[in-house]
């Protein structure tokens, strides 16, 4: 009895650790249930289903004319859960999904299409990838393929929508429209991305096999609340003007690269932004936003700056007489020449400004200003042309004026700033000087974006902004308004003037690099406005590092391409607009082509001041297409003459 006693004590003792151990996993277990629990399940939950961040549709960019500049596509990409499809349905079925699946994404034919599914269908794949970047129209015509049609829980498609950026009128404006992204931002995309980028949304997305994760709903948790519209001051008919005016211009002087803009006077509104770089094959497109971006020395367009401070000072009029010598004028070892051989003699100071005699324009500044040459650089300043513009577009190039005590200050400082070298500013920059003279002294901030839409309801204007409400005296301004025209009538401009519209402005020519013995790289520009006795919009041309042989005097390389885009926007400026004076109808209707000479090979002729009854089913007999507007007589026409033309490109008329 003992021995048996001994037997079960010993028994008790062998099972205690077991006892104890039962114990304690039930104790942990209670633990777990009610203690942590809720957290873990919580956890758990987590890992199985998460909310997955959803991204706003980005807001449109549109033209002034309603035209869409940029918009976010929604494409999507197709999944299929092939599990949850009925094992007998999905094998009757699978040979014409298959074959409908080869025929759309011809990447697999039938035959793998087949294996491919029926693989990952029994690998317990649950997120097999079919294609990405669909458009809407293409999912609608899968959601109709076998199996597919039989709804998202039984027939196992699984579709997300992500967006992409488009620009539907190509690449128009394309370097200020510019982009979002993670690590840049660039153009009004990026300037304005507050406005465009909306608010995330949030959607439940349960974990499936391989890490994938797939909806749990067609629903979004919270909805992504779309970005508001941008409207532009881009005017896509002006642009498409100043764009293949400067490209003509580019290709015929073979130029490293240029740029043009259109400014409304009053305004300040960018009408027309054109930004080309050439490439290694010749070809051009929107390399970098010149006309924002580069500042260089400008040259003889600041010529206009220093003649003002000299009239409004007093220390010259119109009418003072400038002795150019023979053209060459020696300051501390260095010379100041005129392109002209032999100099202009003793000419007026406006002569002197309208033919651009360097001579002249620096010897009137350095004798007046080089006892006190600040004061000279004072002026400059008190005009406000030293600060950046302040763009919303990121990137703008800061404006350089030295003055007396600066490292780069020196004795020949003042006279070469006089014409345009050792001082630099960007083409918008020198833009927004001229534009303020044809706008009657009030210099305004260019302008970008007119307002901020939601669904088509105005949320915030962008009003004109005044730099400086007045850069001289009304009696200068008048001094220098004549002295613009003058340059386009009597100087340096006038071989190129035009019959259709008056215009007024300054050539520019500067040598780049010039410290650097046998380069011959050079700076073509026109600043100006038209038309010049009732000015609507401002215009600067740079066309930069032309064929030297070509050509490189800002007359012959930069003017007409001004000349051209005045009279292609001037004949589009409403009838109250126009002078009066110029009687654009009876200077049209003395050309009169003949139209049989139009073919796809030759330049499209001049067919302003023809009787469009005529004109149109001649273009049309030949092949091209024609958009017309009015009745009459031709005013109107683009692309313009002279213009190389295919049969497939649309040409315009205007009638009147």
Same mark, same amino acid.
């Given at each position: ?11 008790y ?15 942990? $277990? ?7 629990? +809720? ?7 987590n ?48 040979? @014409?999904?298959a ?14 299409? #087949? *294996? ?23 999912l ?13 829980? !039984? ?6 929508? !992500? ?5 539907p ?22 300037a ?6 909306g ?27 779309d ?7 881009i ?11 400067l490209?003509?211009? $580019? ?10 803009? $259109?400014?409304e ?11 080309? @770089? ?19 020395e ?6 206009l ?8 000072d ?34 007026? $100071? ?6 651009s ?26 005009? @406000? ?10 990137? #703008?190039?800061?404006?350089?004026i030295?003055?007396?005590?600066d ?12 014409f @345009?070298?050792?001082v630099?500013?960007?083409?918008l ?6 534009n ?24 915030e ?8 409400p007045?850069i001289?005296?009304?009696?200068t301004?008048?001094k ?15 071989? #190129? ?8 402005? *300054? ?7 010039y410290? *650097?013995e046998?380069?011959?790289d050079?700076?073509?520009?026109f600043?100006?406005?038209?038309p010049?006795?009732? +000015? ?26 001004f ?8 004949l ?12 654009a109808?009876?200077?049209?209707? #003395? !050309?009169?082509p003949?139209?049989?000479e ?13 009787d ?45």
């Amino acid at each position: 009895m003992s021995d048996e006693k001994s037997i079960l004590n010993r028994s008790y003792l062998a099972m205690l650790p077991f006892f104890l151990m039962a114990v304690l996993v039930l104790v942990k $277990l209670c633990m777990i249930q009610y203690g942590e629990g +809720p957290e873990l399940r919580a956890e758990a939950q987590n890992e199985v289903v998460r909310e997955i961040n959803i991204k706003a549709d980005r807001g449109n960019i549109y033209s002034s004319d309603g035209k869409l500049l940029a918009t976010s596509m929604p494409v999507y990409d197709l999944y299929m859960d092939p599990i949850t499809v009925d094992e007998e349905t999905f094998f009757a079925e699978l040979p @014409g999904l298959a074959k409908a699946l080869a025929a759309k994404f011809p990447e697999r034919n039938k035959l793998q299409w #087949e *294996k491919y599914l029926n693989t990952s269908r029994k690998a317990g794949s649950r997120y097999v990838k079919l294609a990405q970047d669909v458009s809407f129209t293409e999912l609608q015509n899968v959601r109709q393929f076998p199996i597919f049609k039989l709804g998202r829980f !039984k027939g196992g498609l699984i579709f997300e929508q !992500k967006n992409y950026r488009k620009m539907p009128l190509g690449k128009i404006a394309e370097r200020t429209i510019g982009y979002d992204r993670l690590h840049a931002q660039t153009g009004i995309e990026g300037a304005f991305s507050s406005f465009l980028s909306g608010t995330d949304g949030l959607r439940l997305k349960q974990k499936v096999s391989n890490g994938n994760w797939k909806p749990v709903s067609d629903h979004y948790e919270v909805e992504p609340k779309d970005g508001l519209d941008v409207v532009t001051t881009i005017n896509t008919r002006m642009q498409d003007v100043v764009h293949h005016e400067l490209l003509k211009a $580019l290709e015929r002087f073979e130029a490293d690269h240029g740029c043009a803009v $259109l400014m409304e006077v009053e305004t300040g509104a960018i009408r027309a932004i054109a930004n080309l @770089g050439r490439t290694e094959k010749g070809t051009y497109f929107e390399k970098r936003n010149y006309a924002v971006w580069e500042d260089t020395e400008p040259g003889s367009t600041f010529k206009l700056a220093s003649v003002m401070i000299a009239l409004e000072d007093g220390v010259a009029d119109t009418n003072t007489i400038l002795d150019t010598e023979d053209g060459i004028f020696s300051i501390y070892g260095k010379d100041v020449r005129d392109s002209e051989e032999g100099g202009y003699g003793k000419v007026s $100071l406006k002569h002197a400004f309208e033919v651009s005699s360097n001579v002249g324009i620096v010897k009137l500044i350095y004798n007046n200003y080089k006892h006190d040459p600040g004061k000279f650089i004072d002026r400059l300043y008190n005009i @406000g042309i030293h600060k950046k513009l302040g763009l919303p577009i990121k990137g #703008e190039g800061t404006p350089e004026i030295p003055k007396p005590g600066d490292q780069k200050w020196s004795g020949i400082s003042l006279p070469w700033i006089a014409f @345009g070298y050792q001082v630099s500013f960007t083409p918008l920059q020198i833009l927004s000087f001229y534009n303020a003279i044809a706008n009657q002294g009030k210099m305004v901030k260019p302008r970008f974006v007119e307002e901020i839409r939601q669904h088509g309801r105005t949320v915030e204007e962008r009003p004109v902004q005044v730099i400086n409400p007045a850069i001289c005296s009304r009696e200068t301004l008048l001094k220098l308004q004549d002295m613009l025209e003058g340059v386009v009538t009597n100087g340096t401009a006038s071989r #190129e003037k035009s019959k259709l519209v008056s215009m007024a402005g *300054k050539t520019g020519t500067c040598q780049l690099n010039y410290w *650097k013995e046998g380069v011959k790289d050079y700076q073509a520009s026109f600043a100006g406005y038209f038309p010049a006795d009732n +000015p609507r919009y401002s215009c600067i041309v740079v066309i930069n590092k032309p064929n030297y042989h070509q050509g490189y005097y800002g007359s012959k390389v930069a003017f007409p391409v001004f000349k051209a885009i005045a009279e292609n926007i001037y004949l589009d400026i409403p009838q109250d607009w126009e002078p009066g004076n110029t009687g654009a109808n009876v200077l049209l209707a #003395e !050309k009169q082509p003949a139209i049989k000479e139009l073919n796809g090979m030759q330049l499209l002729p001049d067919l302003t001041g023809m009787d469009g009854s005529e004109v149109v089913p001649a273009l049309e007999n030949l092949g091209y297409r024609v958009k017309i507007e009015g009745i009459g007589k031709v005013k109107w026409q683009y692309p313009p003459a002279g213009t190389r033309v295919s049969h497939n490109r649309v040409i315009e008329l205007k009638m009147g």
